[in-house]
Each structure stands twice: as structure tokens, then as C-alpha cells.
């Protein structure tokens, strides 16, 4: 590039930065898109909320409306995440079973085979007699660890979730999600065989129920289940799985957009996502995923993670932790606490691209997610500035996007001078 | 229509005018969008500019934000200009093979296959010594002529471009862009025989073969090369081809919209592109598609073609000439220069919907095109004004669009009331 040049119309050219590609920070603040609540006068936690670092942000950046999925979805944090990312959910997600065992901490691979899972108890004739074994709450990661084993090449595990939870991965060659569940899914019926759905199922199927008879064996053998009935407990001696799906086999994010690419994620599922595509997973002493979160711990382990990589993703539960739990001052608070945790957000803008949103709405007063769209901000240097200049929901619409999630990664890799020509 | 009926009201039907098709004028500033300059105190080139006309169309009508293609697609003008009349180019750009040959003004016509082009230097062995003939500057347009014959039924055009480049365009039936390149893209190898990628493109590859051997013929005989050979210099013995792209055949404009359509283009591949299509060319005196260009003479040309078609799109290429030298201070000259020479474009606007925008951003600071999205104004009798009262890359953010390029047709179609009702 030409330095001082003088041009022809014998004006000095300006000397001027030597465009590079930059990098980029993508935080997602989950669950952050409220409505108004009474306890806030009619703001939502973002209106309400003391947000200095955000504003500015804004004020010298670009912003608007993101859609998650399109406008009117209203999505999981998994279905969120991977449209964030750039993988079509329309074509990549595969249903509940594989996504709910990465939120159990679980790997999965692209080709596993995965299933929700209860711990249940059967009568002697394999009826449920209670599909939760009594609301079991301890001891089922013993149970978890003795049901994770190989069947016919095979690898089989489980992981126990909350109360009578669990997950179920299946790993190997040849598998296929096109079977039936093995729960009844009511009381009173039965525990069923897995049947394939599809010729090519066949195998899952059967090595499924040869594994299923298998971990009942072991179940009604252990020693928990022995002590469960001595007390006149509901023994949890029956694995119920349902919502087989297989697990995409993604396009590693690497490839796809040529950056090296790592995550910092209190949410387990959400790491598992950015594991399913190659990321790196950064963790972060003090990040707990819930409301007493070190926010600042984790943008300093971000900054940090900056001068090795060219992408990083964050994920901050807090907000979408209020949101579930209905309350709008805390909400409020977890903002204003990330708000101040990035008040150093500044350095890096010179060499890299900030994008501030959410995945997905949380009213307080819905108490659960919606399909409302997000307010998302855009900051680096040398990019244009627009009219808004404050980070919530309304203000954003002064912005100059009005964008649906899967739209990000290209604006993202346009303003890092990333993108390339479509065309001469 | 009834005109000035008694409603039951009792109030008199005002009388009203017959709605009647306009004509559509669609003017595209080449690389219009900017990024903050420096030298301009963080402002665009347009923002700087003095645009009294282009403000004036804007606070009478309507405008908006207008992303090429879809939101952080950074596209090239061949592109742009299919997306913004409506050809979509994800099913029909090519790739650079036809449109580089338009660049050079060639004709190209759906069905013919196109390459890019080198004269190259081969030894007696075939093996490239130098890609680029020792970087020619001259006579490569009689070389190009000598290359121009038919060969099996089908017709083989050369045309020079700038130095070594140049094109070819193969006209004949059963002809099919799934070939290798005889272009080795490194010296020190050989001129590579052409390969058909499908069985369907052996014929073109049979006769392309027998084409570059009386091609090489034609140039060792020729007397240019032989003087080169006496100066010591290299021979421009070879015709490299790569990037073999069929011209897509697509419907004519007229019979797309009913409208009977022209261009008026200073830049050989956007009036390529408009023939594609069945658009007649309009020539216009002074016209350069530089910064020198005669913008009063274009606008003049433009309201005369205007009495005889339906449908005008005028490229002005000078916008994107300042963005790729990187001089902001041209840039906001030359879109003053155009305003000042849309002066009279108030007298069109009773029977025309007039719209100005850009086909991509070319950021002075970036001497390329970028993925910024453009600002998008609409303007004729009895359409809606809204809010934004200048046009430029901000301001439009208070219009009434945000829309992609491949929206800009049906936009002007039902701006100019000739949009057909879909639905009762």
C-alpha cells in the first residue's frame, strides 16, 4: 500500500492504516432480550440497567435488531448459538438428545447417537411404575458410571443430570437416530423394545436392546438400588431414553471460516457446541454460569485468549439465569455487573472486531424465552459510526441492521476485513 | 375510475388521478459507500459532499439501507449488478470468465464459454518460461485479432486486456464450462493439455485443444513475435486460459418486467451485464468511467432515453475509481460533481420513479470493496416521504428500508405501479 504518495492532482496522499484482518470477540450475553417489566416502570433489565461500557459501544459503533433464526423464532440456546455461528439449525440440528448430553458435560462427536434418559423403576413384569424412580436426587452418577460400557464395538455412556436425569451417548460405527424410544413415556406401560425406524437402523436398534437388557442387569445387581428398597425407596433400576439423535457432523469453524477459534462458556452445552466444530474451550476460574459469575475473571481470561486466537466466542448465563427465574432487578443487576466487568473493552479495539448480543430472549415476565428480537452492537476501529446511542432493545432500532442470527458471522468477518470477494 | 361521485357520506368523492405505469430510473454511483475518513474528520465521502439534489430527493421521498445481496456479503460490481436487477447470482454468476470478458467489451451471450486470458512465454519444450510475455504493453491487440477464427463450427474472439491479459469467448452449440485450464499458473511447468470434468465437456475440450495448437502456430509465425525476439525480449508465444465460465442464459429484462430497457454504463462489464439481457446500450459523448467523466452529458443522454424506454439504469463508475485510489478527497468531489449534475432531475420525477444507490461500498481507507451496506433512495409524484431528510450512509438509517439488493426491483416495480397483485 502507497504511503504519502503525491497523486495526480498534486495533493500529498494521506498516510493511512494499513488495513490487516482483524479479530474477533463475539459475546453473547444469553437470554439478554427482556420486555417491559412493572418492577423496572416499564423498562426492560437492559433499559433499566447502568451500562456505561455498553452505551459507548454503541455511541461509537454500529448496532440494530437481530432476529434469532428469523424473526418471530423462538429458539433454544442451542438452536441460537449454532445459527449465531453460521450453521443453518434448519440443516444442522438434529433434535433435543445430542444437545441436551452436551449440556450434561458430555462429548459428542459428529455420528454419536443420543438420547434423554430418566432414571425409572419396573415392576418384575417390566412395567413403569414410576418413571423418575421416586424423584431419586442421589447417587445416579454411580449408577451413570456403571452403565457406560462397550456392547459389539460400541461405546455406550451415561451421564446423570438432575434428580432422575440422565444422558446416553452411543459411539461407533454405522449408527443412525431412526428408532423408536424404549420409554412409555406414561406409567403403566411397559418398557418397550427399540425398533428401527429405517432399514439402515437396524443395528442401533439391536445393539441398543442387547445394552438395555445388559444395564438392567447391572442396575437391579448394584448395591444403591439394594439400599434404596431397604429404606422403602423406588429402586432406580431402569434406564428410560427417548428423542434418539445423531449428532451433526459439522464443518470444523476453522475450515469454514479460516480463523483459529476458542470459547469461554460457563454453559456445558454450549461448549459442547463449540467443541462439536473444533473450538477450544477455554475455562475460567470463578465462571460458574449463574448469577455470582466473575464477569471480570472471564473478560480478562478473554482478552487473554485474543493475542492466541483469531475468534473467540463468550457466553454469560447470568442474564438468561434471571430471566428464567422472573426477576428483573436481578437481571438489571447481572447487566450492570457485565457492564462494569468490560469497562477495559477499549484496548482491543484497534485490532479487533466486538459484537455485543444475545442469543435469544428471557423475559423476567414470561419466565421463559421468547421470540422477540435482540439488540446487537458492532465496534472497531475505522468502522462507521450510526445514530444510536444507547445498547437496549428500542435504541438499537436506530441502528443500521436489522438482521436475522445467521446473517452475523458475515457481517462480522465484512467489518474484520475478512470476507472475501463475491465476484470481480 | 369514478370521479367525482357523491359518497353516502354526503361529502363530495374528491376527484382523483388515474393512476398510470411510470418509467423507472435506476442510477447506481459505483462503490458509493465509505467508511469514516480521516481526512474528512471521520465522515464519508458522502457525508462530506455538498449534495443539495441528492438531499433534496431524499427529504421529498423515501429512503433506506440497501445491503448487496444479503447483510455482510462484500461483492464485486458484476454481482451487484445481476442481484440489483433482479438476477439472482447465486444461481446465475459464472464466475469471472464471461464477465471479465465483458470488462473488456466483449459480447458475451448466454451459452458461450469464457476465460481469462495470458500471454504467456513458452519454450520449445512447452514449458512456460514467463506468464506474462516479459509484461507486454503493446500489440497484444493485433495478436488478439490473428487468435479470433472458428475452429469445428465454433468461433473462438480474443480480445486484449491491459499488459499480458486478455480473454477468450467460445460461440457454438454443445459448449460446457466443466474444463481444466491449459494454464499451468506457474513457470517452470508445462502448458497443460485442457481436460474435460464431464463427460458432457469433451467436445469442448476436443476442440479448445485443437484451437490453442493453431493458436501457438499463429503466434510463432507472427511478426511481433519475431521483432520481440530481435529486441532481446520475450515472445508472447502462448495463450494461457483459466477459469472457464459458461454465460448463463437468462430471460431477457423486457420479457422479466414488460419493460422495453437501455444503460448507459462507462465501464465495459456493467453494459456486458445490460446486453446479457437484452438491454440496448446507449453511447453517450464525454462518458468515460473515469473521474473525468461528463456527468451533465450522462444525465442529459439519460432524460432523453427516458422518452423512449421504460427502464434506464445509468452506472457512474467514477465513486468507485476515488475509493480504490484511496483518495476520499475525490471521492466527495466527484460526488458533488454528480449532484451538481442532477440538478434538472426534478422535472422527471411526475412519470418516474428515480433511485439512487450504489452497487457496493468501496472504503477510500480500504482501496476495495466491502461487505458496508449502501443508502438506497426512491423518489417520484404521490410516493410517501419519510423521516431521513439527507442521503447518505447514516442518515438513511431513518427511511423506510432496509432491504437487500435483490428487493430493489420489486421495490421500483410497485413504486412505479406496476407491480402485479399477488393474490386477490
Redesign the interface.
Known sequence: ??RGNT?K?G?K??E??I?TMKKIFLIVLDGLGDRPNVELQGRTALQAAYRPNLNRLVKDGQCGIMHPVSPGYRTGSDTSHLSLLGYDPEKFYTGRGPFEAMGLGMTVLGGDVAFRANFGTVDTNGVVTDRRAGRITSGTDKLAEALSFSVDGVDFFVRAGVEHRAALVMRGKDLMDRITDSDPHEPGLRVQEVKPLDEKAKFTADVLNKYLALARKKLADHPLNAKRIKEGKEPANELLIRGAGQAPSLTPFSELYGMKAACISGIPMITGICRLIGMNSIAVEGATGRLDSDFRAKFEAAYRTLNDYDFLIMNIKATDVAGHDGDPIAKRDAIQRIDAAMKDIGKILQDTVVCVTGDHSTPCAMKDHSGDPLPILFNSS??????AKLFDEISCT??????NSG?V???????S?R??????
Open positions: 500500500m502507497n497523486l492532482s495533493r496522499e494521506p493511512r492504516v488495513l475505522g468502522i462507521r459510526k450510526d445514530r436506530y441502528g443500521t441492521y436489522n438482521i446473517d458471522m458475515k457481517v462480522l468477518l465484512q467489518l476485513d470476507a472475501e470477494k463475491y465476484g470481480a
